[in-house]
């Protein structure tokens, strides 16, 4: 016999006065202070202290204290080692042979990004530059993860990202693009349309600079780092609106279960970061090395030369830059990293190097991510992201290039 619609809540509730047992509810430490995080009053300004303490435990134990480590290393030892050891030096770049300078660049530089050597600027920057931000940030994203505090960072942020069609989750992508965009623009998998997905795609590609990037932008403009970072998030956000308004699709509420705050296993962060960092070390570093390679070859044979000058009215009176930024442009799409380096060993006032790393950050996104998009969005997302990152190059770009002005630095 068929029960109705009462007798089967009257039966679920005998069940349930027979099976659960209810207890006293005390409010513990825990239970407050995931109120206080979750909870806009408070939870905003503990937000911007948790990422602040985020980025300032990546600047001092990755990009200050490791990389001191690092650089003795390469600086006095390594690099002048190669530049003696490697058969084919001269007294200068032009004395020397071809796989020399593919192999060491300039044997009279000074800084390690000055070589633009697969062997010297290739491996100080992945190793020496790099490696360290990467190992720092992965250190605190797993402690976010594992502690309970990103779940509750989605919750807070879902109204600020609901104003241009996201929601919360899309602080996740966004927070593994500052480590590295490849699993940034995996974890988009986590929006629920195809909308958002879209966009969390083409923003993080556009306007989301790496770990590895950030690395190398803090030695090459380290007062103007904030500036250009300020900047990059703004565009996010104005570019978001504007994608919304002309990309159809729905941006649904934002349901999700929010765990109770636990103490990250020490063992379980040991084994997370050392598996993201051997993934970077087996991935990244042959990519930065090959992209050396190919941007050198294309210097030495002239390529980079002639696509400075054919682009050079651009780079000159669109964007004030010399037209020696062509190399790093062509680089950028094999390594952004890399790219800002070559910036730093450029010959330009303190403007032009703020627009040149600014562009850099903006456009192509690198090879890798540009291979994600097409996995995770399908050739028609990937071709949308292309038109709209060619807009944004020279809307964003020229837009920074007037402030720049502006501000007369």
Known sequence: ???????RWELIDRITKETVALGEYKRDLK??????????????PLAIAVLFGFFSFVYSFGLSFLMM????????????????????????LEESSFLYAVLVGDPMAVHPFEYFGVLTSGLYTAIGVV???????????????????MPRLVVLLDTVFHKIGLHGFAAVPILLSLGCNVPGIEATRTLETRKQRFMMMALSGIFIPCGAQLGVMLQVVPEYLGLILLYLFGSFFIAGFILNAITPGKSPELFMDVPPYRMPSWRNLHRKVWYKVESFIAVAVPMVLVGVLIVNILYLSGVIGWLGSLLSPV??????????????????????????SQIGAIEMTTAQ????????????????????????????????TIVFLIASFFVFG????????????
């Open 69 to 92: 480590l690092l650089d003795p290393l390469f600086k006095d030892m390594i690099i002048p080692w190669l530049v003696q050891a490697v058969p084919g030096g001269g007294a200068t």
């Open 31 to 44: 239970d407050i202070l995931g109120e206080m995080t979750v909870r806009p009053s408070t939870g905003i």
């Open 315 to 340: 780079f000159l009176h669109y964007f004030g830059v010399p037209e020696e930024t062509a190399g790093p442009l062509v680089m950028a799409f094999l390594r952004k990293d890399i790219a800002v």
């Open 131 to 149: 490696l360290p931000a990467i190992i720092a940030f992965y250190i605190m994203m797993t402690l976010l993860e594992d502690s309970g505090y």
């Open 1 to 7: 016999m068929a029960l109705t619609g009462d007798e």
């Open 398 to 409: 020229g837009l920074m290039q007037g402030i720049v002005s502006l501000l007369n630095v």
């Open 353 to 384: 190097k703020i627009i040149s790393v600014t562009l850099v950050s903006i456009y192509l996104p690198c090879l890798a991510t540009f291979i994600m998009i097409l996995k995770e969005g399908g050739i028609v997302d990937l071709l949308k």
